[in-house]
């Protein structure tokens, strides 16, 4: 209603020249409603009836405000609204093209304040008022409620709501964003939110996709941040605005919530958060690791995690089984380094995302902790932790029978299993498939006394399946220490001599010369040659039940005796087969 010319309100149609000379005749002839005092009203009566609580800026000159108003007269009689034309007035205000009275009652207001205006009439229409529509020497009441108001030389206004702790990188140009935010006319009437729509807003940041308020509101902002991004019109959609939600002119306010940037060209970044000591190898593609993981989005949301499985993420690096991102981020890595990997979407599930949890364009982080990773061609790895004290001359070797200490556990120092916890060493034959491979293995060569370190991998230990509480594909760590070690028998030997055996070997075992030979007679003979050191029998049995296993394979009939005809060294025995086969 207040436009100094607008073709659309006949009232207001006067030439700015006649008005202008009705409103110096008002004031001369001082008409208009009287002051408290008596006399008449000099200056426009101004009542605050609502002032909201927060108040960022208040009306200057040379404002643009948008405001609701009913005008009424001084017994209640309305002569115009705003709202029933159901339309803002959007005007610059203190430059005349509004009434003095309407000008001086809105300086210094504040959005969303209500003022009751008193415009006496030497500053509204004066003694000629509007043909129809306002008498002369009116009084004007006028209800107003500011919704909008901002300034030519405004720049976007960004107040910081909430700082994430941890700022990885922030936005900049030609970076691509995903947010979600809620949009609101200054006033608070809201025209728009992501959420409603169960998904982020998602574009690039300064490529003329957005607003250009929006653009430069953005700049700057981290992952997880919340900010208040305040944009004049100029900035936002003008003077036609958008659609029926954004009124021309309007002033817009956006509560954003970034979730993730990311630029095209971005590469995988990796952060060590916890590097172990003596790290001698570094995982190289074509290895198989096994590693435990957090993953979540940038916002911190989690998306999933191995430990909620209780089982580490096995697989080969390099090799194309992981997504790209993971592939580059895990070579490099050291057993038991923790480090973050943060994968952009192109190196990640791209722009369709996967599944509900992993949406289209998102960054990935992954909190990893390794735990430990192989090659299949890798040996095992023997570490001496300690010499033995005394000379050693002779180190075990395949068909030793050896008694050794030993610590097992993961690489992570999971501890497994321990000879100490029974109390007495382990016992094993050497090269007869009675202990795993890689620590039948790093036991050959030891002295007795010496101690060493030997990492197995699972390809020489239990594999992929893995054992009673052993994971599959497990790098094994044991400490050993050797505690003795006595030769062994050649294969399928259960006695040897030392020199040559006694030339009448069954009169030697024939102590009564019956022509026969029980048990006890043989027992009693192969006794008498061990404690002789004439011969040995073999390591890690027992005594009695070796020499019940010689007796019975002499014994061909099995009727409890050994004769003449049925005694056979087991050198002539071999000799026999080789013939027999040939």
């Known amino acids: 209603m207040f436009r100094a010319v607008s073709p659309s309100h006949t009232f207001l149609g006067l030439p700015l020249l006649q008005l202008l000379l009705l409103l110096v005749?008002?004031?001369?002839?001082?008409?208009?409603?009287?002051?408290?005092?008596?006399?008449?009203?000099?200056?426009?009566?101004?009542?605050r009836y609502h002032i909201p609580r927060i108040c960022?800026?208040?009306v200057q000159m040379g404002d643009f405000v948008r405001y609701h108003y009913n005008g009424t007269f001084e017994d209640g009689k309305k002569f115009d609204s705003s709202y029933d034309r159901s339309t803002l007035v959007a005007i610059v205000v203190g430059v005349g093209r509004l009434i003095t009275g309407m000008d001086r009652g809105l300086m210094g207001m504040c959005v969303n304040?209500?003022?009751?205006?008193?415009?006496?009439?030497?500053?509204?229409?004066?003694?000629?008022?509007?043909?129809?529509?306002?008498?002369?020497?009116?009084?004007?009441?006028?209800?107003?409620?500011?919704?909008?108001?901002?300034?030519?030389?405004?720049t976007?206004?960004?107040?910081?709501?909430?700082?994430?702790?941890?700022?990885?990188?922030?936005?900049?140009?030609?970076?691509?964003?995903?947010?979600?935010?809620?949009?609101?006319?200054?006033?608070?009437?809201?025209?728009?939110?992501?959420?409603?729509r169960g998904g982020t807003y998602d574009t690039y940041v300064g490529s003329g996709w957005l607003i250009k308020g929006m653009d430069q509101g953005l700049l700057g902002m981290c992952p997880g941040e919340r900010r208040k991004i305040i944009i004049p019109p100029f900035l936002a959609y003008g003077e036609k605005g958008y659609g029926t939600v954004i009124p021309p002119q309007a002033s817009l306010v956006f509560h954003v919530?970034?979730?993730?940037?990311?630029?095209?060209?971005?590469?995988?970044?990796?952060?060590?958060?916890?590097?172990?000591?003596?790290?001698?190898?570094?995982?190289?593609?074509?290895?198989?690791?096994?590693?435990?993981?957090?993953?979540?989005?940038?916002?911190?949301?989690?998306?999933?995690?191995?430990?909620?499985?209780?089982?580490?993420?096995?697989?080969?690096?390099?090799?194309?089984?992981?997504?790209?991102?993971?592939?580059?981020g895990l070579q490099g890595a050291c057993m038991g380094e923790?480090?973050?990997?943060?994968?952009?979407?192109?190196?990640?599930?791209?722009?369709?995302?996967?599944?509900?949890?992993?949406?289209?364009?998102?960054?990935?982080?992954?909190?990893?902790?390794?735990?430990?990773?192989?090659?299949?061609?890798?040996?095992?790895?023997?570490?001496?932790?300690?010499?033995?004290?005394?000379?050693?001359?002779?180190t075990a070797k395949p068909g030793d029978f050896v008694r050794y200490h030993y610590?097992?556990?993961l690489l992570d120092g999971t501890k497994l299993f321990s000879s100490h916890d029974y109390g007495n060493p382990q016992e094993a034959t050497l090269g007869a498939n009675k202990v795993i491979e890689g620590l039948d293995k790093g036991l050959q060569g030891m002295c007795v006394g010496e101690r060493r370190q030997l990492v197995v991998p699972p390809h020489l230990a239990h594999g992929e399946s893995g054992a009673r509480g052993v994971p599959?594909?497990?790098?094994?760590?044991?400490?050993?220490?050797?505690?003795?070690?006595?030769?062994?028998?050649?294969?399928?030997?259960?006695?040897?001599?030392?020199?040559?055996?006694?030339?009448?070997?069954?009169?030697?075992?024939?102590?009564?010369?019956?022509?026969?030979?029980?048990?006890?007679?043989?027992?009693?003979?192969?006794?008498?040659?061990?404690?002789e050191g004439k011969g040995r029998l073999m390591p890690g049995q027992d005594p009695e039940k070796t020499i019940a296993d010689m007796f019975q394979n002499q014994d061909r009939n099995q009727d409890g005796k050994i004769t003449v005809e049925e005694l056979k060294l087991k050198s002539d025995e071999d000799q026999e087969r080789v013939h027999e086969e040939l």
């Open 338 to 394: 923790r480090r973050r990997i943060t994968i952009p979407p192109h190196l990640a599930y791209g722009e369709n995302g996967t599944g509900d949890k992993i949406p289209g364009s998102a960054v990935l982080i992954f909190d990893v902790h390794v735990i430990d990773f192989h090659n299949p061609g890798d040996p095992v790895e023997i570490k001496i932790l300690s010499p033995p004290q005394e000379t050693c001359n002779e």
């Open 56 to 58: 960022p800026r208040e």
């Open 472 to 531: 599959g594909s497990a790098v094994l760590l044991f400490a050993v220490e050797l505690v003795s070690r006595e030769e062994g028998l050649p294969t399928g030997y259960l006695f040897v001599w030392h020199e040559d055996p006694p030339a009448n070997l069954f009169e030697g075992l024939d102590l009564n010369k019956d022509g026969e030979v029980p048990l006890e007679e043989f027992s009693t003979f192969i006794k008498a040659q061990v404690s």
């Open 257 to 328: 919530l970034l979730i993730d940037v990311h630029n095209p060209k971005d590469t995988v970044q990796l952060e060590t958060l916890e590097l172990p000591p003596g790290c001698v190898r570094r995982a190289v593609a074509g290895d198989f690791m096994r590693y435990h993981y957090n993953g979540s989005l940038m916002d911190g949301t989690l998306f999933d995690s191995s430990y909620s499985r209780n089982h580490t993420y096995n697989t080969y690096v390099g090799q194309g089984y992981i997504i790209p991102g993971m592939d580059q």
């Open 156 to 196: 976007v206004q960004v107040s910081t709501l909430l700082h994430p702790a941890h700022c990885p990188r922030t936005v900049q140009d030609s970076d691509f964003v995903r947010y979600h935010y809620n949009g609101t006319l200054l006033d608070g009437t809201a025209f728009d939110t992501s959420y409603s």
């Open 25 to 47: 005749q008002a004031v001369g002839r001082g008409l208009g409603r009287a002051s408290p005092a008596g006399g008449p009203l000099e200056d426009v009566v101004i009542e």
């Open 407 to 409: 610590n097992c556990s």
């Open 113 to 154: 304040e209500r003022r009751r205006l008193i415009v006496p009439p030497h500053l509204g229409y004066g003694s000629i008022g509007v043909a129809g529509l306002i008498p002369p020497d009116a009084t004007l009441y006028f209800d107003v409620v500011l919704l909008d108001v901002w300034n030519k030389a405004d």
